[in-house]
Structure formats: C-alpha cells, structure tokens
Nanobody, 127 residues
C-alpha cells in the first residue's frame, strides 16, 4: 500500500528549529516531486515548499524563504523540511504530498498536490 508518513513535529519556542520528515512506503519517492503544505485553524492552506523530482529546483513561500529548507535523501526514500528561526505564525499541521510542478522559465513557481498525501504532523511555536 502506497503511503506518505510525516514525522518530526512538536512544540518549539520562537527562534527554535525542527526537522520534519516525509517518508514514503510502497512506492519510490525519488520519481516524484514532493511538496510540503500547512494548514492552520481558520486559515487558508499554504503551499510552503516543494522540490523537483530531479532535486535541482525548489520553491519556497515568501513567508518561509530564508528560514526553511527542503531536501531529499534518496537512499531513505524521504524528503525533509528543516524549519529554522520559527515564529508563532508557523504553527500549523504540516503535511507532505506528491505534486505536479509548474515553472516560469527556469524557476519553480508552483506545486499542486497529485496522487499521494500524508496525514500531517503538528508544529506548535509558542513561548
């Protein structure tokens, strides 16, 4: 059974760091572009970041640019999202999904959910 499982969420103080993991089972994640999304109560879902299947392009929302980093470990069939310098506005359920990528020229500008999506992991930023 193909599925994505997120882990690594938790509670962290403002300015702290967390590393989220998105591990695939039942299929080879390396053939897919992967995105991270977040949903906070009462807010619109936000496309946080995504990485191309070739690992050569990444997209970041303006709200996380310079603070979050998306990476892939092909051997572990896992994509990571490193959260640094977190702020209370980063509080949300974060989930990963396979995505379709869209480009403007050579820049990856948008990722849209496709086949698989995980259940999510809660990130709470609070002092």
């Amino acid at each position: 059974q193909a599925q994505l499982v997120e882990s690594g969420g938790g509670s962290v103080q403002p300015g702290g760091s967390l590393k989220l993991s998105c591990q695939a089972s039942g299929f080879n994640l390396n053939y897919y572009a992967i995105g991270w999304f977040r949903q906070a109560p009462g807010k619109v879902r936000e496309d946080v970041s995504c990485i191309s299947s070739a690992n050569d392009k990444a997209y970041y929302a303006d709200s996380v640019k310079g603070r979050f980093t998306i990476t892939r470990d092909s051997a572990r069939n896992t994509v990571f999202l490193q959260l640094n310098s977190v702020i209370p506005e980063d509080t949300a359920v974060y989930y990963c999904a396979t995505v379709t990528t869209y480009y403007s020229g050579v820049d990856l500008t948008k990722c849209q959910e496709s086949e698989y999506r995980g259940q999510g992991t809660q990130v709470t930023v609070s002092s």
